[in-house]
């Protein structure tokens, strides 16, 4: 796009959310940023986003199949998924007693209601994005340009694994008919119910999404039932005796241990992931901003109060000394001391079983999104546009569904269990809660970049929302909090950790990856072009299916100011449409003024 001769600065009112004609790509230029005024038919606002991002797609290729309640329970299906029934015994050994326990479950729900609202901050300034946190890092950190991106879509890639969830469905199976597997008879299983998980999704989004609806529906219900059980056991209607042992004197024990502490908030956050999972699908909801406020606030209220009673429940039917020694079966033995080992025990079994399957299905749904929205604005990193965005033959994600499948299956079977399958699982965390910090930190960026472009502060009902800043600063801190204790060494020692080797090595490998994925940045965007004398650009371009996409090309220097003069600032062939001599809307009104002006 050409530059425009600049000779003094210009206020210059942009356009309104009210324009009535937002169906136009419109550029803005503030310093050495250009933006593009884009519009979806998602009935949401107009997004104004810094152009080395993807570009919106106006009609999502994947439908609009995402209503309010399929916002709720693609929510609900990610957060309970095993973390409820499998972690309260680790939480509880790693705070020592039972009050602590509970106030961190508390805990846990500030911190995803905290989050909740630094996304949905997010996502009312970019509405007609789909893949949530690919696109706020790019949008929050375009310079240096595409580093972040790049980043973060390897890390996406390499660590895109669902194998914990995988294995503790398979537990839960075997768990039915009280069988103790052999590793490979449990790897086995969780092959086979990863693969169904997978095969049921590929064919068709309507049929994915009320899929999770029917399995989200019978987890809710679960989830009830075993908190009113609890109610039961604990007003004494059962031969539980003394239901209320657990609760006498609820802080003796408490640990003063950080490594403790720290691994219990850990735990406590995965077991509430999942309020973010209706961003990754931002695209396919009709007024999104509304929605999902209202049913991802709503989902989430509900299973915090659940998650609480469940809690509850089990410190009313088990032991605490018992339970603490549960390991992953710890809604098992509630279910065992109530009913004792019948029918009704395989049952409930089989229930959470399905709870972990309508997990995998959740964590499917999103992440492909989130995969594809990395290789619509990735392409210099993730090769094969078609195979990551397009959407044929089925209307659905292929690609990166194939890219979960792979990376679950190699997980499942690669590492044997015990120590190489902890840390593989850890190494998970450390990348996430690194990108989530810059995320939540990256929120006070974009309101300043918007200031500085005169864009309105738009209201609730206009289909805006803005996070309370003690909301943002808490997920800061706690994100921060978490970058920093697992480098704090546990009771036992140096190898004093869930793994044999040093505790720590999980966090070293995943700056690591941090750090090759930077070097591999500077090689391949400045030190490689400066050799070879080209740059490295960007190029929009549409499939055959209509869905739109971001091509990393290299442009040699001699031919950088004609390609700037035949594309615009997206990288869209001016040529193909007759319009390269055209400026944009905006380029023309600010023209005008500085001809005025220097007239």
Known sequence: MASLPWKRRVTVAPPSYNDSDQTETVFLTEGNLQYAREKGANDSNPSYQETSGAPVEAQSPLGYHVGPITIAFLNLSKIIGTGVYSTPASVLTNTGSVGLSLIYWFIGFLIAASSLSVYLEFASYFPNRSGSEVVYLEQAYPRPRYLFPVTFAVQTVILSFSSSNAIVLAQYLFRINGHSPTPWELKGVAVAGYTVATLLLVFQTRFSYHLSNAIGMVK?????????????????????????????????????????????????????????????????????????????????????????????????????????????????????????????????????????????????????????????????????????????????????????????????LAPPAGDAFNFVVDLANYPQSFFYFLMAAGIYLVRYRRGKLGLPRLKSKEGGFRAWDVAVVFTIAINFYLLVMPWYPPPGGATGGDVSFWYATYVVTGIGIILVCVIYYAIWVWILPHLGGYRIVHEKIVLDGGEVTHKLVKVSLESLERWNQEHDAQGRDLRREGESDAASPVEKEFGEKLKGIDE
């Open 220 to 412: 809710l219900l679960t989830l009830i039932f075993v908190a009113i059980t609890g109610l039961v056991v604990l007003g004494g209607h059962t031969s539980i005796q003394n239901p209320t042992a657990n609760f006498h004197h609820a802080f003796d024990d408490t640990t003063s241990s950080a490594y403790g502490i720290t691994n219990a908030l850990v735990k406590i956050i995965f077991s509430y992931q999942g309020y973010e999972n209706a961003f990754n699908v931002v695209n396919e909801v009709k007024n999104p901003v509304h929605s999902i406020r209202n049913s991802g606030g709503i989902s989430l209220l509900i299973v915090a109060v659940l998650y609480l009673l469940a809690n509850i429940a089990y410190f009313a039917a088990v032991p605490k000394d018992e339970l603490k020694e549960a390991s992953q079966i710890a809604a098992s033995l509630f279910f065992e001391r109530v009913f004792g080992s019948s029918g009704a025990v395989k049952g409930l079994n089989f229930l959470i079983a399905l709870s972990a399957f309508g997990n995998l299905i959740a964590v499917l749904l999103g992440q492909s999104r989130l995969i594809r929205e990395c290789g619509r604005d990735r392409q210099g990193t993730l090769p094969f546009p078609a195979f990551w965005v397009s959407t044929r033959p089925f209307g659905t994600p292929l690609g990166p569904y194939a890219l979960k499948f792979v990376t679950t299956i190699l997980l499942i």
